[in-house]
């Protein structure tokens, strides 16, 4: 078995913790500010199907990225 981590889980988890880190330091400054959740929204929108892709069983993983060659 593989142990080491996908690139898409670990750009996942970046994502994750830079969304964590801007909603953090931005909830008391600009907090009514409503194109800063819709950018928030999509980055941990993108980080969660960054960490599923990531932690996939390896057949589905392949397949995945076969379907993608094809598209």
Do not use: D
């Amino acid at each position: 078995m593989k142990t080491e981590m996908r690139k898409e889980l670990k750009t996942g988890i970046l994502f994750f913790a830079i969304f964590n880190l801007i909603n953090f330091f931005a909830k008391n400054i600009i907090s009514e500010l409503p194109v800063l959740h819709f950018i928030l929204g999509g980055l941990v929108g993108l980080a969660l199907c960054q960490i599923i892709i990531g932690i996939l069983p390896e057949t589905t993983y392949l397949k995945l990225k076969n379907l993608k060659k094809i598209l």
